[in-house]
């Protein structure tokens, strides 16, 4: 019993793990998850595949076969017991009880028979009586469905552990040997023996489909590959809706499908919700993610190094790859997605809203609610906006590595100020690190774009050197111009990245170093330490003057007026030299602006024939049932000994004992009952 208690436990745990690590995933994305050793640690005990693994259905099989034993030995002793009121037993031995009593009914023995039987039948209790030399036993019983309990607890989980091993991989792994079926290596052509038939007894695979389209094969994720599950039916997902709250957070998924059979071709219209499946043919269809189905995208190139082209426009699909030919590296832009809504939390730790709102003052009560009570409240206040579309892409070289992009379509709030984020990482374990793009006074990104433009062009920044030179030098010192248009000069350059070292490493053939760490770098090497502080102040203000030049002469070459003087270009152009300093160090040849798109959506199903569904509804029940019985249904037995009262005509002695399985007060208030009804006198 106790070994059979462990093994549950085991179950147990083992279905908990498999709730929550994500069953039948690719190997990378346990690697990515947990590390190299333990997604290989993880993958040896069948971790990914729980409900299939050997060692999870052995347990399942060995707990059937026992539990079964455990009925098969005890039903036949219950079913006895049942069957025994147990009038046999003597009447001395009812004084060994602790809950007895001794009276008298001052009937003859057959009137306080009736009386005595017809009060227990009133009270709920079975009875049978036997008739002795001395008098009458009469035995009764209540309760008795605690025994059942025992009976429909332990045929519960068989019926479940049944239902786990007809609906797990054994059964599917019994028909693949049977009629000669493969998993598909993951390369070559689909063959025949790689595909199981629509008659399958039990499957459960997912299916993806995008809008518009149809497809009848599911595809089912086993521990050593992948096999395939046709279908009695063709799923058209005609549209996926996703409906939103007020705040921006999704509150429904949705696909619109039409199930066409294959038998007889007839058309059924369904629709799927989360926790909404439809069923159909047998097969249960659920709703359970979506994807992307191939958005079709349109982008700009925007150059991001000195001497590149011209940017470029690009057209591609999610899920689809093409080479840029128009930079130096030999790279393959893959199209990795397209999300339409960002649903992004901007409350700060302390509960008030980002982009410099504050929160408004709390009562005391207002603040002690948010520590008591119910626990289902948050402790900080929620701010969440739609900050609307965005799309990532990888760009992946000729050795195969590969860098991930993410990239917002509308500028977003972020300090008060509007700034379009461009997000990169080297690995899927790492989160996006994004560069921030200030908008300009059109919301726009081309004012950023003009000025880097500028500051990679030496004319350009030549006329900004001279510019600044001319409106800072003192007009009684003008000899002063020349050599504070070099130092102008020299820090655009730095700044560009068009001359100085990168610490730690040679100058390469491309570029790609500059901004506010090669400047440091200048003074760390050529200013003495003393000096440093000074210089470094003298220096980016010589810098920020100059780029402010710069961003006048990029507006002027396109047309525009001059930025005017107000407290938004100030911000702009803060933003604008941490931008740039960031940016020369953005690790892609071009960035990609998205410009339009026609999103195209695909819903994920999760398709399942599991006629052990009805085993586990059943088991459920009797298990409830079951549990019930046990745990609060008491067996209880009395036992009402009836003989002629000596000394005394038409009276009858009366000797009344209850037992229990489990003692507990009300046992006793049920005796109390018993003998005020049954005793009217009391003693010997």
């Excluded at 046999?88 to 001052?106: C, P, T």
């Excluded at 799927?272 to 359970?288: A, L, R």
């Excluded at 408004?360 to 948010?370: M, V």
């Excluded at 111009?481 to 068009?498: I, S, Y």
Aim: aromatic share 8%; with cysteine.
């Amino acid at each position: 019993m106790r070994f059979a208690i462990s093994l549950l436990s085991v179950i147990a745990i083992a279905a908990i793990t498999g709730t929550i690590v994500e069953q039948g995933q690719p190997f990378g994305n346990y690697v990515d998850q947990f590390g190299p050793f333990w997604a290989e640690l993880f993958r040896r005990i069948d971790l990914y595949t729980i409900y299939g693994s050997p060692w999870f259905m052995l347990i399942l099989g060995f707990l059937v076969v026992s539990t079964s034993l455990c009925i098969a030995r005890n039903a036949p002793k219950i079913v006895r017991d049942l069957k025994s009121f147990k009038e046999q037993v003597r009447e001395q031995s009812l004084q060994a009880h602790h809950h007895k009593a001794l009276g008298h009914i001052a009937l003859a023995p057959l009137d306080a028979r009736a009386r005595v039987l017809a009060e227990l039948a009133r009270l709920g209790w079975r009875t049978r009586e036997q008739q002795r030399e001395h008098g009458i036993m009469i035995a009764g019983r209540r309760g008795a469905a605690n025994k059942l309990g025992y009976i429909a607890a332990h045929s519960a989980i068989v019926l479940i552990l049944l239902a786990a091993l007809g609906d797990g991989d054994l059964l599917l792994r019994a028909l693949m040997w049977a009629q000669g079926k493969q998993v598909y290596a993951g390369s070559g052509p689909v063959l025949s023996t790689n595909v199981l038939p629509a008659s399958s007894p039990s499957f459960r695979g997912t299916l993806q489909v995008a809008e518009g389209d149809s497809s009848g094969v599911a595809r089912l994720n086993l521990s050593d590959g992948p096999v395939l599950q046709e279908l009695p039916f063709d799923l058209q997902l005609r549209k996926f809706r996703v409906e939103f709250y007020p705040t921006g957070q999704p509150r429904l998924f949705a696909s619109d499908i039409v199930l066409r059979d294959k038998a007889d071709g007839r058309l059924t219209a369904a629709t799927v919700e989360v926790n909404k499946p439809v069923v159909h043919d047998g097969v249960t269809i659920f709703q359970s993610g979506f994807d992307d189905g191939g958005s079709k995208l349109k982008l700009s190139a925007l150059p991001m190094r000195a001497g590149a082209s011209a940017p470029f426009t690009l057209e591609g699909a999610v899920g689809g790859s093409t080479r840029l030919t128009d930079t130096k590296d030999q790279l393959t832009l893959e199209f990795a997605g397209l999300r339409v809504m960002n649903v992004e939390s901007f409350a700060k730790p302390d509960g008030t809203a980002d982009a410099g709102g504050a929160a408004a003052s709390q009562s005391l009560a207002a603040a002690l609610d948010e520590h008591l009570g119910s626990g289902a409240k948050a402790s900080g206040k929620k701010d969440l906006r739609n900050v609307g579309p965005s799309f990532s892409y990888r760009l992946r070289d000729a050795a195969g590595q590969a860098r991930e992009y993410n990239n917002y379509v509308a500028p977003i709030e972020l300090d008060g100020q509007l700034v379009f984020l461009a997000g990169v990482r080297d690995t899927p374990a790492e989160e996006f690190r994004y560069l921030r793009i200030p908008a300009d006074e059109r919301g726009e990104m081309d004012g950023w774009l003009r000025l880097r433009t500028a500051l990679l062009d030496p004319a350009a920044r030549a006329r900004a050197a001279h510019a600044y030179a001319a409106i800072a030098s003192p007009a009684d010192k003008p000899q002063l111009r020349p050599q504070l248009e070099a130092t102008a000069a020299r820090a655009l350059a730095l700044f560009a990245g068009a001359t100085g070292i990168k610490p730690g490493q040679a100058r390469p053939a491309d570029g790609g170093w500059g901004g506010l760490p090669t400047l440091s770098q200048f003074v760390e090497s050529e200013v003495p330490e003393a000096e440093r502080q000074h210089v470094s102040e003298v220096l980016l203000r010589i810098l920020n003057g100059s780029l402010y030049e710069l961003y006048r002469i990029s507006r002027a070459d396109a047309g525009l007026a001059p930025p005017d003087a107000s407290t938004q270009t100030e911000r702009f152009m803060v933003q604008a030299a941490l931008a740039l300093s960031d940016s020369m160090y953005y690790p892609a040849p071009v960035l990609l602006r998205l410009d339009d798109f026609r999103q195209v959506q695909a819903s994920v199903f999760q398709v399942a024939r599991a006629p052990g569904s009805k085993l586990v509804y059943l088991g459920a029940i009797l298990l409830i049932v079951g549990v019930f019985a046990m745990l609060w249904v008491k067996e209880r037995r009395v036992w009402v000994w009836l003989e002629p009262a000596p000394g005394r005509a038409n009276a009858t002695r009366v000797r009344m004992a209850l037992s229990s399985t489990r003692e507990s007060p009300d046992t006793a208030a049920e005796f109390e009952q018993l003998r005020h009804t049954l005793l009217p006198e009391e003693g010997p």
